[in-house]
């Protein structure tokens, strides 16, 4: 590998072309071939270089991707049920691979996933970036740090819009996606573990489809994704997380609000404001500091408040260091069990043992 990585997108939808959008701003990296079965989508990624007066390789497949030898790190961009399948054939190569989450959309996949990944000695990535957006940094630093004491209770809300349209519509059904609360919600589970530094126990959720998508058809189904929950996790260490998702509250003025308390204080974050608040009991109401927080690393904004970038500045750092990823493949199974495991406790209606989850062969 020489002074420049050179870069492979597999899938060239919006995230595809999000992380190309990405890579072309950062110094060191190099976009040189993209791969997606839809000719549209090839399109829009050779538009995308040519603004930038860049020249992509253009592939049907990730397999002649892989073996046109033009790359030394690849991203997996593609709908979540073919993750399982793009990593089967890239695992046994020596490339870099970062997987947008979720890792898979099944948990006996990402087992077997974590399990392939192991002792490889190229870095196996997962894309949960809502680590890396910089309230959200700030306040997982705060509280590493000890500004809340010892952590109680996280709550993590995001009342958004409807899932955007996707090529062919894949994200309307849940044996595609995983469920909402895998697809969307792993990123919010990742953070409760990240946040806590403890381990999941146990899930309890309530939610439902009331709103979004009922009155649409494909091939005679109605789409079957949840548009809101409940979600609570509790942790062996006593500490609890709730999950609070609207998907049909485009009049929110905060699409993501964190809170995380402890018997000493406690850190908010809040976005698209970037404010953090900072408080104690002892400084009460009036002692509480709010700060826009901002990180001048970033170079594009892009779909994540600039998450995407400085997940891609730490994942080409390490590349060049060695070792193990930021974010690997054990805590994408974790983030996709929780999902898992939320979404049986809704259709069963009870509480769910994460080992439950994880000990069972279809999950």
Not at 5 to 12: A, H, M, T
Not at 77 to 84: G, K, L, Q, S, V
């Amino acid at each position: 590998m020489g002074d420049v990585v050179r870069y492979g997108i597999i899938g060239s939808g919006m995230m595809g072309l999000e992380h190309l959008r990405n890579l072309q701003l950062l110094d060191g990296a190099e976009v040189t071939a993209i791969a997606d079965p839809h000719p549209e989508s090839r399109e829009w990624a050779t538009a995308v270089a040519d603004l930038a007066g860049d020249t992509l390789a253009t592939f049907e497949t990730h397999g002649d991707l892989v073996g046109s030898g033009l790359c030394d790190a690849v991203v997996i961009a593609t709908p979540n049920m073919t993750h399982a399948a793009v990593l089967d054939d890239l695992l046994p190569t020596d490339l870099h691979i970062l997987v947008e989450k979720p890792l898979c959309t099944t948990v006996a996949d990402c087992r077997r996933i974590l399990e392939a990944s192991a002792g490889r000695e190229a870095l196996v990535w997962v894309g949960l970036e809502y680590r890396y957006m910089p309230p959200v940094a700030r306040l997982i630093r705060e509280v590493h740090a000890g500004a809340v004491g010892r952590v109680h209770m996280v709550s993590i809300r995001e009342h958004r819009f409807p899932f955007l349209p996707k090529v062919g519509d894949w994200n309307r059904f849940s044996r595609n996606t995983g469920g909402t609360l895998v697809e969307k919600c792993c990123h919010f589970f990742d953070l409760m573990n990240h946040i806590t530094g403890a381990t999941p126990v146990r899930v309890l959720a309530s939610g439902a489809q009331d709103v979004n998508h009922l009155d649409e058809v494909y091939d005679g189904e109605v789409p079957d994704i949840l548009d809101n929950a409940f979600v609570i996790v509790d942790y062996d260490d006593a500490s609890r997380a709730l999950l609070d998702l609207c998907m049909f509250a485009e009049g929110s003025a905060h699409q993501e609000e964190l809170s995380v308390v402890g018997d000493r204080g406690k850190v908010e974050a809040f976005l698209p404001s970037a404010e953090v608040r900072i408080g104690t009991r002892t400084g009460g109401r009036d002692g509480v500091v709010t700060e826009v927080v901002h990180d001048d690393r970033v170079a594009y904004e892009g779909f994540h408040h600039g998450s995407s970038y400085l997940e891609h500045l730490d994942f080409l750092a390490a590349i060049r260091r060695g070792g193990a990823p930021d974010v690997g493949p054990a805590d994408g199974l974790l983030s996709v069990a929780m999902g898992v495991a939320a979404h049986r406790s809704i259709e069963e209606r009870r509480a769910v043992d994460l080992v439950e989850v994880l000990d069972d062969p279809d999950a």
